[in-house]
């Protein structure tokens, strides 16, 4: 951030909600070993460490932290800041990323657990694209890192496919639900 100049940030904050998954208090190898063994027949979404977090707590973190940036960018925007212009700037750990990501773009449980974590380092962009006719804006992915993640393109997500096979409502025993 020293390159940047001082006039052009808007704020600069340390993030507790963004902090990686606290995996508990691990002493010994061997239960270490145990709990990940463990998770991988769970998932890393909806396992929870003794002591510590699941996927699922940091995605609930996560969402917080979503609304907050919301709140500061209606705030920037009422003192007159143009968004237009606006870069953030998130550094996070690769799982909190991606459950960032997950709940972002609204990918499925199942979507996440096939995604990966960035190289450590990594830069990953969400690139702003506005509709020339409707004003409407949108953030998309960018493709590099949506691979390299093994992210789904938007058109690709799970929760559209209901869309293209209405059958899937069929494999439903709707008078089982109560």
């Known amino acids: 951030l020293m390159e940047v100049e ?8 340390e993030e507790p909600r963004i ?19 463990e998770r991988s027949q769970y998932g890393r979404f909806y396992y929870r460490f003794e002591n510590g977090e699941s996927g699922f707590d940091v995605y609930s973190r996560v969402t917080t932290f979503i609304a907050t940036i919301h709140r500061d960018c209606e705030q920037w925007k009422s003192e007159g800041h143009d968004l237009d212009r606006l870069t953030l700037c998130i550094v996070t750990h690769g799982l909190t990323l991606r459950l960032f990501l997950m709940r972002w773009f609204q990918y ?10 960035p190289d450590n380092g990594a830069v990953v962009v969400l690139e702003r694209r506005t509709n ?15 691979g390299a993640l093994r992210l789904p393109r938007f058109e690709d997500q799970s929760r559209f496919r209901i869309l293209d096979d209405l059958n899937l409502l069929d494999d439903t025993d709707w008078d089982g639900i109560e």
């Open 19 to 37: 902090s990686e998954q606290q995996f508990g208090n691990f002493q010994d190898l061997e239960r270490v070993r145990d709990a990940k063994a």
């Open 6 to 13: 001082r006039g052009r940030v808007l704020g600069l904050r």
């Open 108 to 117: 499925t449980v199942a979507e996440f657990e096939e995604s990966y974590n």
């Open 132 to 146: 020339g006719e409707t004003g409407v804006q949108w953030y998309e992915l960018e493709v590099g890192a949506m």
